[in-house]
């Protein structure tokens, strides 16, 4: 069993913070939606997937992380991001939006489907670094969270648990709430020994993941 403490990840020094900027600094613009792995872009340079559950904050996040409003369309009905969409970011980087998943009101055969087609992404994408599985500050680790963990487990996925909406947690709450997501990610494999916290309405942690994507090649 993994033991590692999962401290949160620590504030880059200026050097990764510059090299954070410039990455994001390029432009960001929608690719496609993709429905099939034959839809696939080319896998022509490294690529990130962001995933987590129905309103974790996950377009937020994407939205922060750009610098572009509105990239990443925000929805207030869970499930309704039913494609695994594309983003370049600049030449040389994909950001990839997985399908939120909770599958609230989602018809069996629609969460068949998509759980299909993430499992054939997670184990054949070559390009794909890092997994980043958001999971909202409030709430800590639920079970729909677990199972997308140990999907990445088994897809040799190495992902990181990147907390949301840290700036809804009172202070006095969060040690709490950070036992409960350790004790869970210890469970897993392929978790990346640390958390990044962040908070998209703030812009707390948002550098910090910037470098982090920078830093996978």
Known sequence: ??????????????????????????????????????GLPAPDRMEVCFAGRSNVGKSSLINALTGTKGLARASNTPGRTQEINYFTQGPDL?????????????PVKVVETWQKLLKKYLSGRQTLRRAFVLVDSRHGVKPVDDEIMKLLDTSAVTFQCVMTKMDKVKEKDRAKVLDQVRAALSKHPAAYPEIVLTSSEKGDGISTLRSIITHLE
């Open 1 to 38: 069993m993994n033991t590692l403490p999962f401290p949160p990840a620590a504030e880059p020094d200026a050097f990764a913070l510059e090299a954070g900027r410039k990455l994001f600094a390029g432009q960001s613009e929608f690719v496609k939606g993709v429905v099939a792995m034959n």
């Open 94 to 106: 994909y950001l990839v939006d997985l399908p939120g998943y909770g599958y609230a009101n989602a």
